[in-house]
């Protein structure tokens, strides 16, 4: 098959890009042949892949308008058996809903801003814009099968958009399990120089307001004022932030910014927990990377990858991030907890490529 593959923009590091680099190198081991249509892409160029590159609009507000558009008039002149977007487009065979419902995180961010910006919140020509985008990508007229990668975000879907339910397939994120398992823990600890005597949380992630760093920056001031409950050998807590943005100037000293890391795998192994309590993401690869890594998680209801925490054998779920009383308490039961069952393979990078490829394959 010659498939058409859109991904707007392409960097080493993100979730997306690593699930789609993946399944480039399973349809070519396949021989199977890929356009692939971006507006910049980083990753080295692979035999079997005809790039397309398609210029950007300089204002936010037109972004993924005019690269839908710059699709829209490409695709015509390309033979393909298959069109598969990771992008809100015109026009695909099957919508990859990575990024889940724009229309719920605008309402979930108005719900969480602080009084005097919940006005502005979704207010803007971008906003307005990619609403219109969603609109036209999740209809049943212009997309044949949507991917999910959580029943959240299929819920939304269904609930809120005139799309049939059974054209909804849910496929969960998948990890390379071997990458997470082999790590040496005692190594891992002493480079962001962790001691036997810190429990470490761990924060992985870009785009901080959405994934609630504030919570996770809140829970380590409360468990620093709960430090009488910790077990043996804790008599400190710490927290380790890996991922791009701006660290406070008048942080707290307890917290480690790394910044984007290639080797990711080490921050699961040094750390105790990974607390990641946003406000609205539709399937966090981190919850999944924890779990392949054996580190339990604490999340909030609002992301749709709390489904893969089970009775708190490998996690604990708070109904909201704002609740510090039920997170706190979570986090110190947590930390009395026995190490979590190795995940099962349903949640392998293997499975969630064979389970795209099989719907591929049915277009």
């Given at each position: ?77 390309l033979k393909t058996d ?123 992630g870009s785009g901080w ?101 089970k009775d708190a054998r ?50």
């Amino acid at each position: 098959m010659n498939i058409a593959l859109i991904r707007r923009r392409f960097t080493p590091v993100g979730g997306g890009e690593l699930y789609l680099q993946r399944l480039i190198d399973s349809l070519l081991t396949e021989n199977h042949t890929i356009e692939l249509l971006s507006e910049t892409w980083t990753a080295q160029e692979s035999e079997g892949i005809r790039y397309h590159f398609i210029p950007g609009a300089t204002s936010r507000a037109r972004r993924a308008v005019s690269f839908a558009e710059g699709v829209a008039q490409l695709l015509p002149t390309l033979k393909t058996d298959c069109v598969f977007s990771l992008e809100r487009t015109f026009k695909q065979d099957i919508y990859r809903a990575g990024d889940g419902v724009h229309r719920v995180w605008l309402e979930r961010q108005k719900a969480f801003a602080p009084f005097w910006r919940k006005p502005f919140c979704g207010r803007g020509a971008h906003h307005r814009n990619l609403l219109a985008l969603e609109r036209q990508t999740i209809h049943p007229a212009n997309t044949k099968f949507i991917i999910a990668n959580s029943d959240m975000v299929r819920d939304e879907i269904v609930n809120l958009f005139p799309f049939p339910a059974e054209r909804v397939r849910v496929i969960p994120n998948g990890v390379n399990l071997e990458r997470f398992r082999t790590v040496d823990r005692h190594r891992a600890r002493a480079q962001f120089g962790l001691t036997p005597s810190d429990f470490t949380l761990l924060f992985v992630g870009s785009g901080w307001e959405r994934k609630g760093l504030k919570y996770t920056l809140q829970l380590l001031k409360d468990l620093q004022s709960s430090a009488s409950r910790f077990p043996e050998p804790f008599r400190s807590v710490k927290l380790l932030v890996v991922g791009k943005g701006n660290a406070p100037l008048l942080g707290n000293p307890h917290t480690i910014y790394t910044g984007p890391i290639g080797e990711v795998e080490l921050a699961y192994a040094a750390a105790n927990l990974l607390a990641f309590l946003p406000i609205y993401e539709p399937a966090a690869n981190v919850v999944t990377e924890a779990l392949a890594a054996r580190l339990p998680v604490l999340t909030s209801a609002q992301n749709g990858a709390a489904e893969w925490i089970k009775d708190a054998r490998n996690g604990e779920v708070v109904d909201s991030p704002k609740n510090r009383a039920a997170t706190l308490e979570a986090a110190l039961r947590l930390m009395h907890a026995d190490a979590p069952p190795a995940p099962a393979d349903s949640l392998s990078m293997d499975r969630n490529v064979a389970d795209t490829l099989s719907l591929i394959q049915q277009i």
